[in-house]
T-cell receptor, first 113, second 112 residues
Framework: TQLLEQSPQFLSIQEGENLTVYCNSSSVFSSLQWYRQEPGEGPVLLVTVVTGGEVKKLKRLTFQFGDARKDSSLHITAAQPGDTGLYLCAGVSSGAGSYQLTFGKGTKLSVIP | KAGVTQTPRYLIKTRGQQVTLSCSPISGHRSVSWYQQTPGQGLQFLFEYFSETQRNKGNFPGRFSGRQFSNSRSEMNVSTLELGDSALYLC???????????FGPGTRLTVL
């Protein structure tokens, strides 16, 4: 069974602070995705990382993929209240006509004004 | 382009009943997947359909079933509801072969 562990589970910070969320996998997936989910809505894809060592930036968000493609991190610089939400990492398993996401349990982020 | 739509958005049922949830994918998306989200287990994959055929199935009992119609719309059914089936059920669609899924807002099912 492929597992994804996220840490921390909860994070409450002041506006303007930096934070890092971690995602560690027990095995290698085809790729790894990060999502953000707000209450009452479905997850929204932020980024897909594929190559070991890859770094992607999305405004104040920086995503890193470990060299072994089993760990990833999401770093937010100068967090804002609009960053509040549930951050999920997901391993993509695809091939032979099938597609499946395995999700971590998420990090619930609260950014206090 | 309209996003993934799910109906109903909220549902209350009692133990032992059955329920059917509906999902309309983004136009042109032929793959539809279903996920269950609970506070304890997080988001878990239920199954994926395209071309009206189940392509992949997660680790859920046979009470959970689904189907897909020729217009790519999908339904999932849960029979003999249990309290533990209370969850947010999410549908996601994608273009077959693409790695990006788009999620709907979900159906919140409460079993009393």
């Amino acid at each position: 069974t492929q597992l994804l562990e996220q840490s921390p589970q909860f994070l409450s910070i002041q506006e303007g602070e930096n934070l890092t969320v971690y995602c560690n996998s027990s095995s290698v997936f085809s790729s790894l995705q990060w999502y953000r989910q707000e209450p009452g809505e479905g997850p929204v894809l932020l980024v897909t990382v594929v190559t070991g060592g890859e770094v992607k930036k999305l405004k104040r968000l920086t995503f890193q993929f470990g060299d072994a493609r089993k760990d990833s991190s999401l770093h937010i610089t100068a967090a804002q209240p609009g960053d509040t939400g549930l951050y999920l990492c997901a391993g993509v398993s695809s091939g032979a006509g099938s597609y499946q996401l395995t999700f971590g349990k998420g990090t619930k982020l609260s950014v206090i004004p | 382009k309209a996003g993934v739509t799910q109906t109903p958005r909220y549902l209350i049922k009692t133990r032992g009943q059955q329920v059917t949830l509906s999902c309309s994918p983004i136009s042109g998306h032929r793959s539809v997947s279903w996920y269950q989200q609970t506070p304890g287990q997080g988001l878990q994959f239920l199954f994926e359909y395209f071309s009206e055929t189940q392509r992949n199935k997660g680790n859920f009992p046979g009470r959970f079933s689904g189907r897909q119609f020729s217009n790519s719309r999908s339904e999932m059914n849960v029979s003999t509801l249990e309290l533990g089936d209370s969850a947010l059920y999410l549908c996601a669609s994608r273009v077959v072969g693409a790695d990006t899924q788009y999620f709907g807002p979900g159906t919140r099912l409460t079993v009393l």
